[in-house]
């Protein structure tokens, strides 16, 4: 096979044969899927014909060790099986999706992310300016073994619900202190740590309505947020002695050396006013 094309037009063509009858009327492409925030790729889709999810698999390293006619046999087994286990487990919420509001917005949050993440993705997903951040939502579906499937909404996902980004933000800040209500973590007299979701992805609390109302009943006084993760954010109480430059350097060092890249969100600061309920960026 002279290309990496060629082999996944011979593995679309392929794949029938080494499928069970009922997979066999599947539709099967060759397709490139965008992942948001990660790295995209070429390869096969599978989607039976009743069923508006499918799978997609990234064949790059089969292709890398598939030398000869033997070597493909064995290559083909392995990914209809892999196929097969993946329909067979896929969660049933996947199909709910596409045709439950009240359930797609029970399982959407929003997500705080570097502007610059999306800037090549800007086109494909709903999304708002915020200072140096973009808001993002993201699906979260917690399954029995304690895992987490989680997906970035796509503006095709929100048409389905014939929404748009306005819309769905407003509908979110009602429903998200409810269904991933915000937590607070004590870390010592002045500082706390909130996030929602167990802390995963739970950055965007700080965008909740009831957030500076909430965060100011426990930290008495007005306070400084870092938000240097997408998972939670540092609460500073204002009073505590801490100057902006020190904070400065404190956000420095956990963006860059204490958070994985995928993870980091601002080296900026912002200061919370509880009694005016504002959240703004320190001068």
């Known amino acids: ?12 063509k392929s794949l029938p044969e080494y499928l069970p009858p009922e997979y066999r009327d599947a539709d099967i492409q060759v397709k490139r899927t965008e992942k948001h925030l990660s790295e995209s790729y070429d390869g096969i889709c599978f989607r039976m014909k009743d069923s508006s999810v499918g799978v997609c698999m990234n064949l790059k390293s089969v292709y890398e060790n ?16 892999n196929i097969m286990e993946a329909i067979h487990e896929r969660p049933d919420e996947l199909e709910m999706i596409m045709g439950d509001l009240e359930f797609f917005i029970k399982h959407v949050m929003i997500q705080p992310v570097s502007s610059r993440s999306i800037e090549d993705i800007r086109d494909d997903i709903p999304f708002r300016m915020w200072n140096d951040m973009a808001l993002i939502y993201r699906m979260i579906l917690p399954q029995e073994d304690e895992g987490i499937l989680t997906c970035v909404v796509t ?3 929100l048409s389905n619900f014939g929404l748009d980004e306005e819309e769905l933000y407003e509908i979110l800040m009602e429903t998200l202190p ?3 209500p915000v937590d ?4 010592c007299d002045d500082i706390f740590v909130a996030g929602c979701n167990d ?8 965008f909740y309505p009831d957030f500076p109302e909430k965060a100011g ?9 870092l938000p240097f993760t997408v998972h939670s954010v540092l609460l500073v109480r204002d009073g505590a002695g801490m100057s902006k430059k020190f904070m400065e350097n404190i956000s420095f060092r956990l963006s860059t050396y204490e958070t994985a890249p995928e993870d980091r969100l601002s080296k ?3 200061y919370c006013n509880i009694t005016e309920k504002t959240i703004e960026r320190t001068a």
């Open 155 to 157: 503006n095709g996902l």
């Open 217 to 225: 009943e426990l930290i008495g006084n007005n306070f400084y947020i």
């Open 184 to 187: 607070f973590r004590k870390f």
């Open 178 to 180: 409810e269904n991933y």
């Open 66 to 81: 598939v030398d000869g006619s033997e070597e493909f046999s064995a290559a083909m087994t392995s990914i209809a099986s």
């Open 1 to 12: 096979m002279s290309s990496y094309f060629d082999f996944l037009d011979k593995v679309r």
């Open 199 to 206: 802390h995963y992805k739970g950055a965007g609390c700080m």
């Open 268 to 270: 900026e600061i912002y």
